[in-house]
């Protein structure tokens, strides 16, 4: 019988299969062959047993949170308490693009911005969706019901900024347990524990646990690079075929920055997380 993972709690496998949720364990060569199920896998269970037999080729994968074949990540940036960070938005947009998975955008505590402060945060909402992102507000709940209807969604972000508190307001029955924020340490109280993919809206979503750093797992600087989407949809009108757009003369990217037209942020962070990886050659 096939199913999905929905939840993994201490070695035990909840799947959902044939419109039934299954209790299971996985088979035992599994650890000589160094197979560990994750919350997402596509399995085949052997229904007298309840064993996990076999996990079938993962679309995509990613290591925080742990999840396969996720077709959309729902990235939950925060625009106060705690502050927004672009450094962490464009972290999680290049990750996430790598794993080849769809991002979208969705600011959080919008509603605590005096008038100032929604002009640059308006000002940063149309930067990224002029740049193809899909990109809402918290509060938009049915157009973010909409996106998530029918697919395998992972909502991810820093911890404190609203996860549960989104997906309560979707579906009010969740009940899911939500944080205070810490103003001292000005993050969050972790209150998701496990991974999960939860039935909403007519799709399957993964509340995750909350995290504050994230890293370039497998990638190198071109990886990087070029999942900058502005970057890459312009690299060709650079002077040089493999520009790194950092120090290099005639760069296209530089000078659409210069121009205002790269937001400025995404290049500084373009920068930052190239230099994170100065061991690793181009």
Same mark, same amino acid.
């Given at each position: ?165 989104? #997906? ?5 029955? #969740? ?38 750093? #994230? ?40 000078? #659409? ?26």
């Amino acid at each position: 019988m096939e199913g999905r993972i929905i939840k993994l709690i201490s070695n035990q496998w909840t799947v959902s299969a044939g419109g039934e949720k299954i209790i299971c364990s996985s088979k035992g060569s599994f650890r000589h062959f160094k197979i560990s199920p994750i919350v997402g896998d596509i399995v085949l269970v052997d229904e007298k047993t309840n064993v996990i037999k076999k996990v079938l080729p993962r679309k995509n994968e990613l290591i925080r949170p742990v999840i396969a074949n996720v077709d959309q990540a729902i990235v939950l940036t925060s625009c106060k308490e705690p502050d927004f960070s672009s450094n962490l938005l464009d972290k999680m947009l290049v990750v996430i693009e790598y794993n080849n998975i769809k991002p979208i955008i969705c600011f959080t505590k919008y509603d605590l911005l005096n008038d100032d402060e929604k002009i640059k945060i308006d000002e940063i909402i149309a930067y990224y969706k002029s740049i193809g992102y899909d990109v809402f507000i918290n509060s938009e709940v049915n157009d973010i019901k909409k996106i998530i209807n029918g697919k395998v969604s992972v909502l991810t972000g820093q911890t404190g900024v609203g996860k549960s508190s989104l #997906l309560n307001k979707i579906k009010a029955e #969740l009940k899911l347990p939500t944080g205070e924020i810490s103003r001292a340490l000005g993050r969050g109280k972790h209150t998701t524990r496990h991974v999960e993919l939860l039935e909403v809206a007519g799709g399957l979503v993964a509340d995750t646990p909350g995290f504050s750093s #994230l890293d370039f797992n497998g990638m190198n600087k071109k990886d990087i690079r070029d999942n900058f989407t502005e970057f890459y949809l312009n690299s060709n009108k650079c002077k040089y075929q493999d520009c790194a757009h950092v120090n290099e003369d005639g760069c296209f990217i530089k000078k #659409l920055v210069n121009e205002g037209k790269i937001l400025a942020s995404r290049y500084e962070n373009y920068k930052i997380f190239i230099k994170s990886l100065d061991e690793r050659r181009w």
